[in-house]
């Protein structure tokens, strides 16, 4: 299952960035965005890399005024740890990958006064973009944020109350090979406690689902996030590491 996850985080990864192979690692680059966690690059399964290859892999991040980082599921590449660490990168996140299976989720209410759309309109995608990135700490979306949305074939949810405030939203990724991952699950601050991001998952995995996955899965960002996740009906089955590198 991990290699099926891996591949399609591979086919996934390079949806409108850049792609570059450097040794045994593809990396993925957005033109347009210099945000950390857009830009990264995946070893290959069994990957050993070699000094010339983790230069290789840093070129590729700093010739385009990108930090060098990794994302990935370590038991299918063990070696890649150790020589990326020796090599002077430093483990940011190790975080749980979590899967629901079809029939596995759980109800979860809707708060009152809050109401799901598929964003279709600029007002919309600039409202669920804006409380995604108010809730992830970033810059306000610009309109390339949104045409970048929209040209994105992803089930997408945007929740607001009645009377038309972002609230936060979320997206599952088009599902590829019988796999989707639902990601950027965002509730602004002033709406968090009220089970919405609980509400927004299960939403978001049931469309997956009945769009034809498989196999669903999501990365939490923490253990408040993992502690959502399970009462929507996620399960703890891997892991996925995040390395980087700053500039010097």
Excluded: W
Aim: aromatic share 6%; hydrophobic share 40%.
């Amino acid at each position: 299952m991990s290699q099926r996850i891996q591949d399609y985080l591979l086919a996934s990864a390079g949806r409108g960035r850049e792609v570059v192979q450097a040794g045994p690692f593809t990396v993925t680059i957005s033109a347009h965005d210099p945000l950390v966690y857009i830009n990264y690059a995946i070893p290959a399964a069994g990957a050993d890399p070699t000094p010339a290859d983790i230069a290789a892999l840093e070129a590729a991040f700093t010739s385009r005024s990108r930090t060098p980082r990794l994302e990935y599921l370590p038991g299918l590449a063990p070696l890649v740890e150790p020589a990326l660490l020796a090599a002077g990168f430093t483990v940011t996140h190790r975080l749980p990958l979590m899967e629901c299976p079809p029939g596995g989720t759980v109800d979860q209410p809707l708060a009152d006064g809050i109401e799901f759309v598929e964003p279709t309109t600029d007002e919309e995608l600039f409202g669920l973009l804006g409380a995604q990135h108010e809730a992830f700490g970033e810059a306000p979306p610009t309109d390339e944020h949104v045409a970048r949305a929209r040209s994105r074939e992803d089930i997408t949810v945007f929740a607001r109350t009645l009377d038309g405030e972002p609230v936060g939203g979320g997206s599952a990724v088009a599902a590829k090979d019988g796999i989707s991952e639902v990601a950027g699950i965002a509730v602004r601050p002033k709406f968090e406690r009220r089970g919405i991001g609980g509400a927004i998952t299960l939403h978001l995995t049931r469309a997956a689902h009945a769009a034809g996955a498989g196999l669903v899965f999501l990365t939490p960002g923490g253990d408040p996030q993992e502690r959502v996740y399970a009462r929507v009906g996620y399960r703890r089955t891997d892991s996925v590491l995040f390395l980087t590198k700053e500039p010097a």
